[in-house]
């Protein structure tokens, strides 16, 4: 059973440019999380997806920034005309059901903008 | 609001010996709570997490975590470290919605 893929493993984006990640979450898991870790910090929630919901995004930013889990194909998180400020590391992790499960995590994508 | 603290940015300890990384948090209603763990340039991988229970959790790689809500901590422990638990830990509380809080998280450095 592979576990939670991502790619790119690195991306580099100039500023202004689009950045798009993606998330293929564990086999069996309907719920999908994304979360950014800024260099020696711990993960900020961003945002939390069903199979073509989004339930929770109170941490993203409201601008420049969307998420989607498409009925097909991995989830989605979308940045518009990248900054600098958005370099960090983006991780996803998926979990088969809601309260209480753990969540597992992808190696995540390192997004560098320049 | 939740949240979590890690009061110690880093921990030195020698293999052999006893380790611990302090955890505390503040949610509403009953909180469920788990350990991660993160080597360099990876994702987090799981440890342990409590629920409901023994207030004594067994996770992996020989880690347990003391839940004692009277405190409101989740300190995770290993009776004997090795070097190769050197990493960075993350302490990271839930709530409804299962949105996960993280810790700043705390560097563990076993010297040989």
């Known amino acids: 059973n592979a576990g939670v893929m991502q790619n790119p493993r690195h991306l580099v984006r100039r500023r202004g440019q689009e950045a798009r990640l993606r998330c293929s979450p564990m086999?069996?898991?309907?719920?999908v999380y994304w979360y950014r870790q800024l260099p020696e910090e711990g993960l900020k929630f961003m945002v939390y997806?069903?199979?073509?919901?989004?339930?929770?995004e109170s941490g993203m930013p409201k601008e420049r920034f969307s998420a989607e889990f498409p009925k097909e194909g991995p989830s989605i998180l979308r940045i518009q005309q990248v900054v600098r400020g958005d370099s960090a590391a983006y991780f996803c992790?998926?979990?088969?059901?809601?309260?209480?499960?753990?969540?597992?995590f992808g190696p995540g994508t390192r997004l560098t903008v320049t | 609001a939740q949240s979590v603290a890690q009061p110690e940015d880093q921990v030195n300890v020698a293999e052999g010996n006893p380790l611990t990384v302090k955890c505390t948090y503040s949610v509403s209603g009953n909180p469920y709570l788990f350990w991660y763990v993160q080597y360099p340039n990876r994702g987090l991988q799981f440890l342990l997490k409590y629920i409901t229970g023994d207030n004594l959790v067994k996770g992996s790689y020989g880690f347990e975590a003391e839940f004692n809500k009277s405190q409101t901590s989740f300190h995770l422990k290993k009776p004997s470290a090795l070097v190769s638990d050197s990493a960075l830990y993350f302490c990271?509380?839930?709530?409804?919605?299962?949105?996960?809080?993280f810790g700043g998280g705390t560097r563990v450095l076993v010297k040989p």
């Open positions: 086999k069996g898991h309907s719920h």
């Open positions: 992790a998926s979990s088969p059901a809601a309260w209480g499960d753990e969540q597992y």
């Open positions: 990271a509380v839930g709530a409804a919605g299962n949105k996960l809080t």
């Open positions: 997806l069903q199979k073509e919901n989004i339930i929770d």
